[in-house]
């Protein structure tokens, strides 16, 4: 009787007392079952048979699961499991009590009190692990960032609070200084961690940039993205407080009056939006030390010189790619804060950070932002995008090791 229950029982997965609890109950309702069976619904439906379990379970044993089954299968299929990024290992990087040394990490900026559109960008690095899923650091196609000679794990998120935007600024920017402070595990191959953040909204690559300057100095920004985020506070609606100037559209202005940007070597590539002042927001970009590459410009002139040009401006600045992911057409990133139509393929993105790494461009960190999963589609077109450019940039730092 009731031999389900018992089985598990004795697989040792149902404790012994408790199948024993289920068989009173269990009598009960097959009781209740038959004695309704002349019910006019009972009748003709599919429940006017009684089954009877037990002769379904009879000599079926050999179906039953061993309870070692997860122990001796090897096979981890990509959909299973803790979801890290591209299911490597996860690295506590902000306590001292965790001393494992890495090369490169994977570090989530969960913030989106920046935006001026869409809010959302908070579950990015959620989305992008969920995305990330079926990379496997075995599998291999050519050079396997995952297994070459760095070592490359998922430092996790940086806890910010969702209620003051300031302080969350000042908790990612430490957060950052803190990972920074890491000793790298080959050292022959650069003599600092290097790390490619998942945001956010784009107001993080300021505590980005910011944790960065006390190892590498002024950088050139390679900033992808439909628009300028050069905007002076007050053009954007802000200059009320300082709490209001700091958003996701004026970070890179603020940026360059902190002196944390090269004075000419700062590209936008893939720009396209509208401008609130055309004369002013120019100039002001220029005055931050930005030249463009607006995104209609990829059909004149192609990939490759729009590498050429970036080589030629970047010069032998340090570089630090920052990549908004509204710089791709909203058909390949429809989940994003503030969308703009007419962009660039995931494709053409991908092309271009391939161009740039065999310049061989010194890539000291990286950030991808603007991802707000909940208006991704069914096929989460999104997430994938966002973490296949993440392993782009992810071969660019292992094909370029950086001595600071
Ligand atoms: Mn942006």
Known sequence: MHRPINALARLGLV??????AFAVPNARIQQQ???????????????RQQLDVNVFSAGQDEFYIENDFHLTNDFTPPYSGIATFAHLNWTNCFVPASDETFDIGIVGAPFDLGVTYRPGERFGPLGARSGSRRMDPGMDHGVNPFTDWASVVD????SNTPFDKLQAIHELEAGWTKIASRKPQ??????????ISIGGDHTITLPAIRALQHTWGQVAVLHFDSHLDTWDPKQLGGGLTKYSEVTHGSMLHIAHEEGLLSNDSNMHLGSRSMLFDKHYDMENDARCGFTVIRARMIDDIGVDEI?????????????????????????FTPATGTIEPGGWTTRELLRILYGLSQAGLPIIGADVVEFAPVYDNKAETTGLAVTQIVYELLQWMIHVPVNA
């Open 307 to 331: 590498v050429r040009r970036v080589v030629e401006t970047v010069g032998d600045n340090y570089v630090y790619v920052s990549i908004d992911i509204d710089v791709l057409d909203p058909a």
């Open 33 to 47: 079952l038959s004695s309704s069976t002349h019910s006019p619904f009972l009748g003709g439906s599919i429940f």
């Open 15 to 20: 404790p012994v007392a408790l199948a024993a």
């Open 155 to 158: 430092c996790g998120d940086i």
């Open 186 to 195: 080959n050292k022959d191959k650069g003599d600092h961690v290097r790390l």
